[in-house]
């Protein structure tokens, strides 16, 4: 399975419109690229004192894999499997502070590290326990308090966000506050490398995004890319809340108004001056997608300003453009494009990204 992606983007032309609507293509990247791919699993904070344990799925709808966070007596974080070695009940089915974990169907017990502990009418067993009873512990990572878990990681967390770091490492994120109220979830009905490949441009501001444009200095709009992200660094074009000139030996870029970090393949991590906004684009069908935005405030006196004001009214025309492009990529007339050098940059970059995780 190869789609071309020649590696000058002067040169090359787009993924075809077949990638965005063939299932076999939706299945590989199942496998190939999310089951080993690093992703956003929540906040530490929702697992904050010893004992705690928070189950969830790795994204649910396409990998659909049972997971539990836990914090043990040593203050330890860890990602556990969370189906039982017996005989692969769920383990742990709600929040809870019970210092373990216990199997409700024939009661096996946990540690909080996944060691097994014990496990009634076993007498007589061979070879037991062993370390097969364990719970499998999963890679996790933390970036200020926002966790990331991967089953299979195809590269180190580190290789993933170590721009993020050099450019925002003098940020505060641990004092950034979780807004339920200006967090949602939205259903888009298109492929997700669709809401990606349009995430990942500037290009369409002026067209789609009128109230954007206003506040965004558009020449001066700029795209970086590293080897698993990209980075977008929009510039304020008149009043409005900026970034504060980063301490001395910090990299600092004037007048930004937004820095949009994508990190490879679904997790955009978008930095306003008020805070944090986190969106997870989580495929579910060949055409249908979710995507989370969850919100972290540090300096509530400058939301609803700015590049990071009316983010609603912003996802709402992306949703728009993003499903109408899945009707037209679907077209038995439409193969492909090509890339603005200047402008699409990143688009060209994940595209390669992909063409290497199929080949």
């Known amino acids: 399975m190869e789609f071309d992606i ?124 062993s370390a097969a009873e364990d719970l499998p512990r999963v890679a996790t990572a933390d970036l200020g308090g926002q966790l990331f878990a991967s089953l299979s990681p195809a590269h180190p967390f580190e290789d993933l966000v170590r721009d993020v770091h050099q450019r925002l490492g003098h940020l505060d994120l641990a004092q950034l506050r979780y807004d339920e109220a200006r967090s949602r979830d939205y259903v888009v009905e298109a492929n997700w490398a669709l809401y990606v490949d349009n995430y990942l441009e500037g290009f369409h501001v002026p067209f789609v995004h009128p109230g954007l444009a206003r506040v965004l200095d558009y020449r001066n709009y700029s795209v970086e890319t590293q080897p698993l992200s990209s980075l977008q660094v929009g510039h304020a074009s008149a009043t409005g809340p900026v970034f504060e000139p980063a301490p001395d030996g910090a990299r600092t870029d004037p007048a930004v108004a937004a820095y949009y970090y994508w990190l490879f393949p679904n997790t955009m991590l978008n930095f306003y001056p008020w805070g944090l906004s986190v969106n997870v684009v989580q495929p579910l069908a060949v055409d249908r997608t979710r995507v989370l935005f969850r919100t972290y405030v540090g300096r509530p006196e400058l939301l609803d300003q700015g590049a990071g004001g009316a983010l609603d009214q912003v996802e709402l025309e992306d949703e728009a453009v993003v499903e109408q492009v899945q009707r037209g990529v679907r077209s038995r007339l439409y193969r492909r494009g090509r890339y603005s050098p200047r402008r699409e940059l990143a688009v060209h970059h994940f595209h390669r990204l992909l063409q290497a995780a199929l080949a």
């Open 6 to 129: 020649h590696p000058e983007i002067e040169r090359s032309s787009t993924l075809p419109g077949s990638f965005y609507t063939r299932q076999d293509v939706f299945e590989a990247l199942r496998e190939r690229v999310f089951a080993r791919s690093w992703q956003w699993i929540g906040h530490a904070s929702e697992v904050e004192r010893a004992g705690d344990a928070h189950p969830f799925e790795l994204l649910p709808g396409l990998l659909d894999e049972p997971l539990v966070l836990v914090r043990d007596e040593h203050g330890v974080l860890r990602c556990l499997s969370n189906v039982c070695t017996h005989r692969g009940n769920l383990v742990c089915t709600a929040a809870s502070q019970r210092g373990r974990l216990r199997c409700e169907y024939h009661g096996r017990r946990f540690g909080l590290d996944g060691a097994f502990e014990s496990m009634p009418e076993f007498e007589g067993a061979l070879d037991f326990p």
